[in-house]
């Protein structure tokens, strides 16, 4: 099993900046890929970004990119989502989630393995 660990949401004024942590543990050797998701009220859970757990390759939805930056820490078992000029639009539940098989639906939360208990993001205008 994998358990997902997440931290660092918060309320924060528009165009201000947070960065959450997601620390992985247990099986961490079977994960492929870790996703950021966020689902908002009354909408439907969607695609954030995600990272390789090699770290090198990344992908983002339109609406954060340009914004919002995935990465690992090499050393550690833990991913990171650097929100920078945060809307509020950007207010949501964020999950952090992890794949432990290769697939191409990588946008597509039925494709993750694994799920955090989600963080509260929370952008006031």
């Known amino acids: 099993q994998v358990q997902l660990v997440e931290s660092g949401g918060g309320l924060v004024q528009a165009g201000g900046s947070l960065r959450l942590s997601c620390e992985a543990s247990?099986?961490?050797?079977?994960?492929?890929?870790m996703g950021w998701f966020r689902q908002a009220p009354g909408k439907e859970r969607e695609f954030v970004a995600v990272?390789?757990?090699?770290?090198?390759?990344?992908s983002y939805a339109d609406s954060v990119k340009g914004r919002f930056t995935i990465s690992r820490d090499n050393a550690k078992t833990t991913v990171y989502l650097q929100m920078n000029s945060l809307k509020p639009e950007d207010t949501a539940v964020y999950y952090c989630?992890?794949?432990?098989?290769?697939?191409?639906?990588?946008?597509?939360?039925?494709?993750?393995?694994?799920w955090g208990q989600g963080t509260q993001v929370t952008v006031s205008s």
């Open positions: 247990g099986s961490t050797f079977s994960i492929v890929r």
């Open positions: 990272i390789r757990w090699t770290g090198i390759d990344t």
């Open positions: 989630a992890a794949v432990t098989t290769e697939t191409l639906g990588i946008m597509f939360g039925r494709s993750y393995d694994y």
